[in-house]
């Protein structure tokens, strides 16, 4: 005869209710080791992109064979998409906490102090590493349209932090550009926050967090660069050489390092294989050589500001909206640099050096214009990394507007200087 439990309900046999157990606890050991092979993936999808990860060694980090790991993800797809969700539902945890402060300012405000925070603690081994999203490019068919899908819902969800009475009349396109620059500024943080300590990081944020909302430029500061003819020493002595750059670059910018395969960039230029391999020796040159064309171009807008006869403040503009103008040129864009992580070490060493010799030129920039009274007084060093991001995201600024609504690239150099807050 069966029991009843004190509701009058049969209580269910014992046997049923190990079974429960037993399937809730064989549920958690399922998902338990699928977030260690995510876990695990991260650091091999950021370092060798989406064609370069291998399954056997994501299982070799966590002592699996690699049937372990198609057990859990059948296709590498499948894994590269997980872990790009996990960086989306990452972000989505940190706006769930930044949507609660009151106004536009401080929500901006508390989400850069939480992503910079959350950096922190990966860097203490206390949290997973932040999926880049550079790999999205190469994933193809539905993989890429989930992961697309998905990230239009987090970068909706980031815009929506401008939000506010007082820019209430601002298009859409224009906060568009505002939350492209600022996951942008978020996203290149990784790279040059390692170069400090750790418990500097609160005043990293604050500095970022200064910058994204007041701008660089002081209130009243003039905004009338001069117009610059950018080119690199390389394009005046072998135009055709750089045309086979420009067209490479835009594959890898589309495609990714390893997705921009030699098929792919000699098609797009009507060549063979034979006339790739007239100008290199092998792709891993192209790119490296791709590089050097897009810092050369940087260098010639530094270049050529230094010798006008004006002030410091307006030089700095000057050159930065050359590059917006460039990024958005027949002759553009730059490479990005979210392909570097997946090149050789070989190059990357070559590539950091230029970038950082960039970078230190725009920091000596920054400190002149303070000097000149243009801009605020700002720490040159991360106003320079935040000053190189917004550069290098800048080729996509027409995704965000169509080209019969597009402004001006000077206007777009004023929302970085003026701040991303103002309307």
């Not at 950082?356 to 009274?373: C, E, L, N, P, W």
């Amino acid at each position: 005869m069966k029991t009843r439990t004190s509701s009058g309900a049969p209580d269910a046999p014992p046997d049923a209710a190990a079974d429960d157990r037993s399937a809730v606890s064989g549920a958690a050991r399922f998902e338990r080791r699928r977030s260690d092979i995510i876990a695990a993936a991260i650091p091999v999808l950021n370092g060798h992109g989406f064609k370069g990860m291998r399954l056997t060694d994501v299982a070799e980090l966590i002592g699996l064979r690699s049937t372990g790991v198609t057990y859990y993800f059948p296709r590498k797809e499948e894994l590269a998409v997980a872990c790009l969700e996990s960086g989306m539902a990452i972000i989505h945890e940190l706006l769930e906490v930044a949507e609660k402060e009151a106004d536009a300012v401080s929500r901006v405000s508390r989400f850069i102090e939480l992503f910079v925070a959350r950096d922190a603690a990966v860097r203490r081994g206390e949290a997973t590493p932040l999926a880049s999203f550079g790999p999205l490019s190469a994933l193809e068919g539905p993989h890429r349209a989930q992961v697309v899908e998905g990230y239009g819902v987090m970068f909706r969800r980031v815009r929506a932090l401008f939000k506010s009475p007082a820019n209430a009349g601002a298009g859409s396109g224009a906060w568009s550009i505002r939350t492209l620059i600022l996951l942008e500024q978020l996203y290149w943080s990784n790279a040059w926050l390692g170069d400090h300590d750790l418990d500097e990081f609160p005043r990293l944020a604050r500095c970022m967090t200064d910058l994204v909302v007041n701008g660089l430029a002081r209130p009243g500061s003039d905004f009338s660069p001069v117009e610059l003819r950018l080119f690199t020493r390389a394009v005046e002595a072998d135009a055709s050489k750089d045309s086979f750059l420009l067209a490479a670059t835009r594959q890898i910018n589309a495609h990714g390092y390893r997705g921009a395969s030699i098929d792919r960039i000699s098609a797009s230029l009507n060549m063979t294989k034979g006339a790739f391999y007239h100008y290199n020796d092998a792709k891993d040159d192209l790119v490296a050589a791709c590089f050097r064309r897009s810092f050369g171009i940087v260098r010639e807008a530094q270049r050529q500001v230094r010798e006008q006869d004006m002030g410091d403040w307006r030089k700095l503009v000057t050159a930065v909206a050359a590059l917006f103008r460039f990024q958005l040129s027949p002759d553009g864009p730059l490479l990005r640099t979210s392909v570097l992580s997946s090149m050789p070490k070989e190059h990357q060493v070559e590539i950091v050096k230029l970038s950082y010799k960039v970078g230190r030129t725009f920091a000596s920039m920054i400190a002149d214009a303070i000097a000149d009274g243009g801009a605020r007084p700002v720490d040159p060093t991360i106003a320079s990394h935040m000053l190189s991001a917004a550069v290098n995201v800048a080729s996509e600024f027409s995704i965000m507007r169509p080209a019969s609504d597009a402004a001006d690239p000077a206007i777009y150099a004023q929302v970085l200087m003026r701040g991303l807050i103002r309307p």
